[in-house]
């Protein structure tokens, strides 16, 4: 059974720095596209920051410069780093993983959520 489990998150000062860690697990032919979402109260979901097998990168305007994403294709794991941490920055944070296996063709998993809490 394939899943993501996140890692990371919690309580900082506007300013500073945070690292979210996702792993896939499971039996798992390939992983196209991997990023983060995240989901601030009462508000809609937004796409953070994605990433290709290959390495191509993109990120939402907010968080250019500030906001760096990373994956490691060999350990199944994709990664944000969070500097520069701002009071908007505040949000459940989903990582998701486009995976083929066994059970499905290529199909969108999502981690569990952890929240990012920046205090000002």
Do not use: H
Not at 8 to 24: E, F, I, T
Not at 65 to 93: C, H, W
Not at 98 to 118: A, C, K, L, N
């Amino acid at each position: 059974q394939v899943q993501l489990v996140e890692s990371g998150g919690g309580l900082v000062q506007a300013g500073g720095s945070l690292r979210l860690s996702c792993a896939a697990s499971g039996i798992i032919f390939s992983i196209n596209d991997m990023g983060w979402y995240r989901q601030a109260p009462g508000k809609q979901r937004e796409l953070v920051a994605t990433i290709t097998r290959s390495g191509s990168i993109n990120y939402r305007d907010s968080v250019k410069g500030r906001f760096t994403i990373s994956r490691d294709n060999a350990k199944s794991t994709v990664a944000l780093q969070m500097n520069s941490l701002k009071p908007e920055d505040t949000a459940v944070y989903y990582c998701w993983a486009e995976i083929t296996s066994p059970r499905t063709s290529e199909y969108r998993y999502w981690g569990q959520g952890t929240q990012v809490t920046v205090s000002s």
